[in-house]
């Protein structure tokens, strides 16, 4: 259950052209991207009718990758109104047909 | 001076934590193949990848191994090209991909031994760092400072 996210998340880093440990930490495009995946595994954490298991996998990929992209998230947004617009129009180019469905 | 000793172990320790999760994730496809930089556009590239193909039939792909050059559909952002080494019995997969109008990425991403398709080895992954650095060298020596020639 808790793999989906990644899914999508994947696709995003790819419609950005962006990959790896180097696209997670330092590039700024994909805030919009890892806070949705961050949003989407604690949506699974909370939800008290899924197994443990998947919750607890859950939460753990959703703090993880959140730490990561937290350090960028905060230069980003700390550059002002500017930051955030550019960080909301990355996020919708990434957006483009994406969905957590496998295998399309 | 303990309280900067102290913080300067914190601030590392924060960094090298950062490091580890990001490389766990990994996000994103492709994380570790090895890219170089083209500075032209990537229809110009294709084209001098396949004149490379037709000066140098040895490195073409068997037929019967069934892997064709180009893009598996219309929205795919990767255009996939596979060489052969016929020395070592290997199949070379690259993609090359836009990088900006007159940029053009291309990636060197794994290596299958023989034809049977399934035994591939991501480069920069999975193979020792020697036969890594051969690789890459191997890769760059045959084909890509060949293609990079035909650039003028």
């Given at each position: 259950m808790s793999e989906y996210p990644a899914i999508g998340h994947d696709r995003r880093y790819d419609n950005l052209g962006t990959a790896g440990a180097s696209g997670l930490l330092l590039d700024t495009r994909t805030i919009g991207a890892d806070w949705q995946f961050v949003?989407?595994?604690?949506?699974?954490?909370?939800?008290?009718?899924l197994n443990p298991i998947d919750r607890v996998d859950a939460f753990i990929l959703g703090v993880g990758l959140g730490?990561?992209?937290?350090?960028?998230?905060?230069?980003?947004?700390?550059?002002g109104p500017a930051g955030a617009a550019e960080t909301m129009a990355w996020y919708s180019v990434s957006n483009i047909g994406v969905t957590n469905t496998p295998g399309h | 001076m303990k309280k900067i000793t102290l913080t300067i172990l914190i601030v590392v320790l924060g960094l090298v934590l950062l490091v580890f999760l990001a490389k766990l994730f990994s996000p994103g496809s492709y994380s570790n193949a090895e890219q170089y930089e083209f500075n032209i556009s990537e229809s110009d590239l294709i084209l001098l990848i396949n004149d490379f193909k037709n000066e140098n039939p040895r490195y073409q792909v068997p037929r019967?191994?069934?892997l064709l050059d180009g893009r598996s559909n219309k929205a795919d952002h990767w255009y996939h090209v596979y060489f052969y080494y016929p020395q070592e019995n290997q199949i070379i997969y690259?993609?090359?991909r836009p990088s900006g109008t007159q940029k053009t990425t291309l990636a060197f991403v794994?290596?299958?031994?023989?034809?049977?398709?399934?035994?591939?080895?991501d480069i920069n992954?999975?193979?020792?760092?020697?036969?890594?650095?051969?690789?890459?060298?191997?890769?760059?020596?045959?084909?890509?400072?060949?293609?990079?020639?035909?650039?003028r």
């Open positions: 949003g989407e595994e604690l949506n699974i954490s909370g939800n008290q009718f730490l990561a992209s937290l350090p960028k998230t905060i230069f980003q947004l700390g550059s | 019967q191994v069934g690259i993609w090359t794994s290596i299958n031994d023989g034809l049977v398709l399934g035994n591939w080895k992954k999975n193979l020792s760092s020697d036969e890594n650095a051969d690789q890459k060298a191997k890769f760059e020596n045959r084909i890509l400072n060949k293609i990079k020639q035909k650039i």
